[in-house]
T-cell receptor, first 115, second 113 residues
Framework: DTGVSQNPRHKITKRGQNVTFRCDPISEHNRLYWYRQTLGQGPEFLTYFQNEAQLEKSRLLSDRFSAERPKGSFSTLEIQRTEQGDSAMYLC?????????????FGPGTRLTVL | AQSVTQPDIHITVSEGASLELRCNYSYGATPYLFWYVQSPGQGLQLLLKYFSGDTLVQGIKGFEAEFKRSQSSFNLRKPSVHWSDAAEYFCAVGAGYGNKLVFGAGTILRVKS
């Protein structure tokens, strides 16, 4: 069990550029979640996958955001035409299958700064 | 809609003193409740969770929490705080089919020696 990993850990970009983040969940965890955390706030849910299916998206996830989990393993989160308001920590979490309510294990996050 | 309120933004306690962090939730069904801790530059680490059964749950690092349905509360406690407990603490409720987590705004704990 190597934990959830996220890359890159930090990303600085200019407004209008596209960025992509990657999340590698704990192996055999079929559920994967993305959250966004801004300064002074708790994490806010963005979207989640069960295997390769994206089952729920928050209204926070505008048209500029897209997430994929093509083979049910790693996931990517892409932000197109970044805005300064996108600056935040993007957290990924994974959860084992079955039994509702099991723990979500979080990665270290990707900190995005949009200049 | 589900929500979590952590009334205290900052709390300062002396090392060795007891600690209680407050959490109130709003959720229509039986809640799944969690406390996570986040140190600077780190991800979220689970301290403890409540699903059902005994309303007093024990967690890691000497923390415990008590679920009180009548008060819609899930307060976190520790009898004796250590300097290494300084961090930000988040209460969360698991919501919906996918059990996405709805977090409170967090409480920053400072420990003075």
């Amino acid at each position: 069990d190597t934990g959830v990993s996220q890359n890159p850990r930090h990303k600085i970009t200019k407004r209008g550029q596209n960025v992509t983040f990657r999340c590698d969940p704990i192996s055999e965890h079929n559920r994967l979640y993305w959250y966004r955390q801004t300064l002074g706030q708790g994490p806010e849910f963005l979207t989640y996958f069960q295997n390769e299916a994206q089952l729920e998206k928050s209204r926070l996830l505008s048209d500029r955001f897209s997430a994929e989990r093509p083979k049910g393993s790693f996931s990517t989160l892409e932000i197109q035409r970044t805005e300064q308001g996108d600056s935040a920590m993007y957290l990924c979490a994974s959860r084992p299958p079955l039994r509702a309510g099991d723990t979500q294990y979080f990665g270290p996050g990707t900190r995005l700064t949009v200049l | 809609a589900q929500s979590v309120t952590q009334p205290d933004i900052h709390i300062t306690v002396s090392e060795g003193a007891s600690l209680e962090l407050r959490c109130n939730y709003s959720y229509g069904a039986t809640p799944y409740l969690f406390w996570y801790v986040q140190s600077p530059g780190q991800g979220l680490q689970l301290l403890l969770k409540y699903f059902s059964g005994d309303t007093l749950v024990q967690g890691i690092k000497g923390f415990e929490a008590e679920f009180k349905r009548s008060q819609s509360s899930f307060n976190l406690r520790k009898p004796s705080v250590h300097w290494s407990d300084a961090a930000e603490y988040f209460c969360a409720v698991g919501a919906g089919y996918g059990n996405k987590l709805v977090f409170g705004a967090g409480t920053i704990l400072r420990v003075k020696s």
